[in-house]
């Protein structure tokens, strides 16, 4: 059996993230028995900055939008609208289903392309970086938490630590994810790459 993710019952798209993006960690926050106060301090985030986010006022940075994640324990697919889970044999996700985050400050896009997110404690990702833009430090994930890419086209500059890598198309990557890391394009053209998310258990 071949199970597919339709559109109607699809991820959120375009101008729809910030509500489902917020939607969503209302509810991680609320199960977690959290106040604003207590995950503002967890996460670095403001205050008056999560309070936006929830009632979907606020795209958040792709920055502020990991650190959230990671203070409530979540993936950021898991925040943004991960596929509902799924059973057969074989999966399909179409391309116009993809739960997509943009970086509303830089151009920054994070294309999930796992048709089973999760499936065997791993996601696939697609990333878009525009000419002269970075993500930024994003915090550490849990220990046991690794990440592979491959950059597809462009360049790509990628900090973990005190060590900076430059990657070509076709050059490939694997780092443990448990520091502080960050992906940048210094060129004046657009990067792509494919990224690959595991977590041992």
Same mark, same amino acid.
């Given at each position: 059996?071949?199970? *597919?993710?339709?559109?109607?019952?699809?991820?959120e798209h375009g101008d729809d993230l910030a509500g489902a993006f917020g939607g969503n960690v209302r509810r991680r926050r609320e199960e977690a028995g959290l106040t604003l106060e207590q995950l503002s301090a967890q996460s670095s985030v403001s205050r008056a900055m999560l309070s936006k986010v929830e009632r979907g006022e606020k795209s958040p940075t792709?920055?502020?939008?990991?650190?959230?994640?990671?203070?409530?324990?979540?993936?950021?697919?898991? &925040?943004? /609208?991960?596929?509902a889970a799924a059973s057969g044999v074989a999966i399909v996700m179409r391309k116009d289903d993809r739960p997509i985050f943009r970086d509303p400050e830089t151009g920054f896009e994070r294309h999930m392309v796992s048709a089973a997110p999760g499936a065997g404690g791993a996601e696939m990702i697609v990333h878009h970086l525009p000419a002269q833009v970075s993500t930024g @430090? &994003?915090?550490?994930?849990?220990?046991?938490?690794?990440?592979? @890419?491959?950059? &597809?086209?462009?360049?790509?500059t990628v900090a973990? /630590?005190?060590?900076v890598e430059t990657l070509n198309a076709g050059d490939s990557l694997? &780092? *443990?994810?448990?520091?502080?890391?960050?992906f940048a394009n210094r060129t004046n053209a657009r990067c792509e790459y494919i990224m690959f998310i595991s977590r041992r258990t």
């Amino acid at each position: 059996m071949i199970e *597919q993710h339709g559109n109607a019952a699809g991820p959120e798209h375009g101008d729809d993230l910030a509500g489902a993006f917020g939607g969503n960690v209302r509810r991680r926050r609320e199960e977690a028995g959290l106040t604003l106060e207590q995950l503002s301090a967890q996460s670095s985030v403001s205050r008056a900055m999560l309070s936006k986010v929830e009632r979907g006022e606020k795209s958040p940075t792709i920055g502020v939008a990991s650190r959230i994640a990671h203070a409530l324990d979540a993936s950021l697919s898991d &925040l943004i /609208g991960a596929p509902a889970a799924a059973s057969g044999v074989a999966i399909v996700m179409r391309k116009d289903d993809r739960p997509i985050f943009r970086d509303p400050e830089t151009g920054f896009e994070r294309h999930m392309v796992s048709a089973a997110p999760g499936a065997g404690g791993a996601e696939m990702i697609v990333h878009h970086l525009p000419a002269q833009v970075s993500t930024g @430090l &994003l915090p550490a994930y849990p220990p046991g938490t690794e990440k592979q @890419l491959v950059v &597809l086209d462009g360049t790509l500059t990628v900090a973990i /630590g005190e060590i900076v890598e430059t990657l070509n198309a076709g050059d490939s990557l694997f &780092l *443990q994810a448990d520091a502080d890391h960050g992906f940048a394009n210094r060129t004046n053209a657009r990067c792509e790459y494919i990224m690959f998310i595991s977590r041992r258990t």
